[in-house]
């Protein structure tokens, strides 16, 4: 987004409490003031509000960039009732589904949501959230909950090459997929993202497409990976399924452009990232009502809804697997249509743009 708003002439800057040695703070195309680093979780370092109060002056407005780290609340310590307005993006950090699966987090977080995150929400003069699902979860999770809401969207950009190169690409890389049809599954392995569910709902549909397999693409996170292995072996599905680790750049979009379908049963998804790629790419989603921007799917016909249990993954899986190839033709095009109007990047810094003008 920074990117986009320095291309419309605006002039862009980063404050983090990264360190200035870290690598992502060296590729960053912005320029980044990193004000660490910092020794606690949280964050705090007297550098960040030190620098804010001597800078903030130059700039015509701030955004806090989520909640839960001294960045928010040390905004807030500088910026109330000054006349340089700041606005909050919590990008799904008030999901219920946080207090529901991680209770003691979320008695840590009632500690101080009181006294810093309560009062950042509710003197920002917006707080920006990226889809109407996600604006109305927030308001369950804290009793003592006031701001001005507002959904502006997010997404993200189209890739820029050749379709065919990238296809290629994945190909060339993967060759035990050559002439195969595929599902994708393309995120982080986690507990979250239903990867369980995904296996044995596949495992049940298999039988009725036996050339059909599964990408399983992305970082493994916590040993999760051999878990999955291991209930893959038991359904008798292993060597249906293609394990392909982290992919990025043009592997990420050939994956992308080869997928008959893009699959992510989440048990909790603010935005889902992925799910705007895939849908660059032409690619229709089956995903759970978990991921926030489901209504957005389902409004423009892009792909299948369903609830994030193994019944209701295991329908929408059929529910593709019986569409006429004319249907699912159509569901591709809806599939574009649905990342220009709701997910693309340069619509949405317009649309972002002009509510920091009102």
Same mark, same amino acid.
């Given at each position: 987004?920074?990117?986009?708003?320095?291309?419309?002439?605006?002039?862009?800057?980063?404050?983090?409490?990264?360190?200035?040695?870290?690598?992502?703070?060296?590729?960053?195309?912005?320029?980044?003031?990193?004000?660490?680093?910092?020794?606690?979780?949280?964050?705090?370092?007297?550098?960040?509000?030190?620098?804010?109060?001597?800078?903030?002056?130059?700039?015509?407005?701030?955004?806090?960039?989520?909640?839960?780290?001294?960045?928010?609340?040390?905004?807030?310590?500088?910026?109330?009732?000054?006349?340089?307005?700041?606005?909050?993006?919590?990008?799904?950090?008030?999901?219920?589904?946080?207090?529901?699966?991680?209770?003691?987090?979320?008695?840590?977080?009632?500690?101080?949501?009181?006294?810093?995150?309560?009062?950042?929400? /509710?003197?920002?003069?917006?707080?920006?959230?990226?889809?109407? !699902?996600?604006?109305?979860?927030?308001?369950?999770?804290?009793?003592?909950?006031?701001?001005? *809401?507002?959904v502006v969207g997010?997404?993200?950009?189209?890739?820029?090459?050749?379709?065919?190169?990238?296809?290629?690409?994945?190909?060339?890389?993967?060759?035990?997929?050559?002439?195969? !049809?595929?599902?994708?599954?393309?995120?982080?392995?986690?507990?979250?993202?239903?990867? &369980?569910?995904?296996?044995?709902?596949?495992?049940?549909?298999?039988?009725? /497409?036996?050339?059909?397999?599964?990408?399983?693409?992305?970082?493994?996170?916590?040993?999760?990976?051999?878990?999955? !292995?291991?209930?893959?072996?038991?359904?008798?599905?292993?060597?249906?399924?293609?394990?392909?680790?982290?992919?990025?750049? &043009?592997?990420?979009?050939?994956?992308?452009?080869?997928?008959?379908?893009?699959?992510?049963?989440?048990?909790?998804?603010?935005?889902?990232?992925?799910?705007? !790629?895939?849908?660059?790419?032409?690619?229709?989603?089956?995903?759970?009502?978990?991921?926030?921007?489901?209504?957005?799917? *389902?409004?423009?016909g892009a792909g299948?809804?369903?609830?994030?249990?193994?019944?209701?993954?295991?329908?929408?899986?059929?529910?593709?697997?019986?569409?006429?190839?004319?249907?699912?033709?159509?569901?591709?095009?809806?599939?574009?249509?649905c990342f220009e109007?709701?997910?693309?990047?340069?619509?949405?810094? *317009?649309?972002?743009?002009?509510?920091?003008?009102?």
């Open positions: 987004m920074a990117r986009f708003h320095a291309d419309t002439g605006d002039i862009v800057e980063v404050a983090s409490l990264d360190s200035p040695s870290d690598p992502w703070v060296r590729e960053f195309p912005i320029r980044v003031h990193a004000l660490g680093p910092v020794n606690t979780g949280y964050g705090y370092t007297s550098n960040f509000t030190t620098w804010l109060r001597n800078h903030y002056q130059d700039f015509d407005a701030v955004i806090v960039d989520g909640l839960w780290q001294y960045s928010s609340f040390g905004v807030w310590r500088v910026l109330r009732g000054s006349m340089v307005p700041y606005y909050v993006f919590p990008h799904g950090m008030l999901d219920p589904w946080f207090k529901r699966t991680y209770p003691l987090k979320h008695m840590k977080k009632w500690l101080y949501w009181p006294w810093a995150e309560y009062r950042v929400l /509710r003197d920002a003069k917006q707080v920006f959230f990226t889809c109407e !699902e996600e604006r109305r979860l927030a308001r369950e999770s804290f009793w003592l909950y006031r701001c001005h *809401e507002t997010f997404g993200t950009t189209m890739p820029s090459g050749d379709p065919l190169h990238y296809r290629l690409e994945f190909l060339t890389a993967f060759p035990a997929l050559q002439g195969q !049809e595929f599902w994708l599954f393309l995120a982080r392995l986690h507990e979250k993202k239903g990867i &369980d569910l995904l296996l044995q709902a596949f495992a049940r549909i298999s039988p009725q /497409r036996p050339s059909l397999r599964l990408v399983i693409a992305g970082p493994d996170q916590g040993c999760l990976k051999s878990k999955l !292995e291991q209930l893959a072996a038991r359904l008798k599905i292993t060597d249906r399924i293609i394990w392909t680790g982290m992919l990025s750049g &043009d592997l990420k979009w050939g994956a992308f452009y080869n997928a008959e379908v893009f699959i992510l049963p989440s048990h909790q998804e603010n935005f889902g990232i992925a799910v705007a !790629e895939a849908l660059a790419c032409r690619v229709p989603v089956l995903i759970s009502n978990k991921v926030n921007i489901w209504r957005e799917i *389902e409004q423009e299948f809804v369903g609830n994030d249990d193994l019944e209701g993954l295991f329908n929408i899986c059929l529910r593709w697997l019986d569409l006429q190839d004319s249907e699912k033709h159509s569901m591709r095009r809806n599939a574009l249509v109007r709701h997910f693309e990047m340069k619509r949405l810094v *317009e649309r972002f743009r002009a509510c920091l003008k009102n």
